[in-house]
């Protein structure tokens, strides 16, 4: 290895080590920390992102890590929701431009679902921009009703456990009782698509004003995944909406099942993490 390849190795691992420090980062921010040069950061950012090491989320254009580190800030995703995001974004944003409503893709990331990016920015349409990363409620927002419903009523029953009096991740947020929700997750299995809680407003602190509807995006088999579609709550109603654009969301799902199923092969390396 020569002495160039040597000094680009070696700032390479420096951008890593920062990422892994100090979470999502900009350029700008990484130039702070590293003292690289930008031009130099974006060459090698370019080679991270090759090599799937690094990626850069649509939502935020914040660089992030997407392998595990010693010095992590707990923000890197296993392998294969890399391979998630690689594979269901592109989906994603093109349905976004079908239908103009942008798209968020969830994970089933234990007791919780997590957002892992969004088309958002990629909208005609202007609405809160969602956090990439933030826990989001599995049992109170469109894409855990999605995911619940596509799972058997034993394993809802333990989401309910595992969460129980938990006022942040659990039904007791909403005032609900395992029964009362169970009608919620039957209708949802009935309409063929996931909506959020009457009473759930989102995770920000204000009331978001947004509605969506949900499918699950079925990975190696397991529905631990969803895609949704966002809108102005006031601007129609679920059932209006899902007249208009369920055809395609369900598409778009179906779609980023098959490629995931095409490029990453459940024998071909560590499976997706199970519920």
Same mark, same amino acid.
């Given at each position: 290895?020569?002495? &160039?390849?040597?000094?680009?190795?070696?700032?390479?691992?420096?951008?890593?080590?920062?990422?892994?420090?100090?979470?999502?980062?900009?350029?700008?921010?990484?130039?702070?920390?590293?003292?690289?040069?930008?031009?130099?950061?974006?060459?090698?950012?370019?080679?991270?992102?090759?090599?799937?090491?690094?990626?850069?989320?649509?939502?935020?254009?914040?660089?992030?890590?997407?392998? %595990?580190?010693? #010095?992590?800030?707990?923000?890197?995703?296993?392998?294969?929701?890399?391979?998630?995001?690689?594979?269901?974004?592109?989906?994603?944003?093109?349905?976004?431009?079908?239908?103009?409503?942008?798209?968020?893709?969830?994970?089933?990331?234990?007791?919780?679902?997590?957002?892992?990016?969004?088309?958002?920015?990629?909208?005609?349409?202007?609405?809160?921009?969602?956090?990439?990363?933030?826990?989001?409620? &599995?049992?109170?927002? #469109?894409?855990?009703?999605?995911? &619940?419903? +596509?799972?058997?009523?034993?394993?809802?029953?333990?989401?309910?456990?595992?969460?129980?009096?938990?006022?942040?991740?659990?039904?007791?947020?909403?005032?609900?009782?395992?029964?009362?929700?169970?009608?919620?997750?039957?209708?949802?299995?009935?309409?063929?698509?996931?909506?959020?809680?009457?009473?759930?407003?989102?995770?920000?602190?204000?009331?978001?004003?947004?509605?969506?509807? +949900?499918?699950?995006?079925?990975?190696?088999?397991?529905?631990?995944?969803?895609?949704?579609?966002?809108?102005?709550?006031?601007?129609?109603? %679920?059932?209006?909406?899902?007249?208009?654009?369920?055809?395609?969301?369900?598409?778009?799902? %179906? &779609?980023?099942?098959?490629?995931?199923?095409?490029?990453?092969?459940?024998?071909?390396?560590?499976?997706?993490?199970? %519920?």
């Amino acid at each position: 290895m020569t002495e &160039l390849s040597n000094r680009s190795l070696d700032r390479g691992i420096v951008v890593l080590e920062s990422l892994a420090r100090n979470g999502a980062s900009s350029l700008a921010a990484l130039h702070k920390d590293t003292g690289i040069a930008k031009s130099t950061i974006r060459r090698l950012l370019a080679t991270l992102i090759s090599h799937r090491l690094v990626r850069r989320s649509v939502s935020d254009k914040l660089y992030r890590v997407t392998i %595990a580190l010693p #010095a992590g800030a707990g923000e890197s995703a296993p392998q294969e929701m890399s391979g998630l995001i690689d594979v269901a974004m592109p989906r994603a944003a093109e349905l976004t431009r079908q239908v103009e409503w942008p798209s968020d893709i969830h994970v089933l990331d234990g007791p919780c679902m997590r957002i892992i990016d969004s088309t958002r920015p990629l909208s005609p349409f202007h609405m809160y921009r969602g956090i990439i990363n933030r826990r989001i409620n &599995l049992f109170g927002s #469109a894409t855990g009703v999605a995911v &619940l419903a +596509a799972h058997s009523d034993r394993q809802i029953r333990e989401f309910d456990a595992i969460t129980r009096g938990n006022m942040s991740l659990g039904l007791a947020r909403f005032g609900v009782n395992f029964e009362r929700y169970m009608s919620e997750i039957e209708a949802a299995r009935a309409r063929g698509y996931g909506t959020r809680l009457g009473v759930y407003r989102g995770e920000t602190v204000l009331d978001d004003g947004l509605a969506a509807i +949900a499918v699950p995006i079925f990975v190696h088999g397991e529905p631990n995944a969803a895609i949704s579609l966002l809108w102005p709550r006031a601007f129609q109603d %679920a059932k209006g909406f899902a007249q208009a654009h369920l055809g395609p969301l369900k598409e778009t799902a %179906a &779609l980023i099942a098959e490629d995931m199923g095409r490029l990453f092969p459940p024998d071909g390396g560590p499976g997706w993490p199970r %519920a």
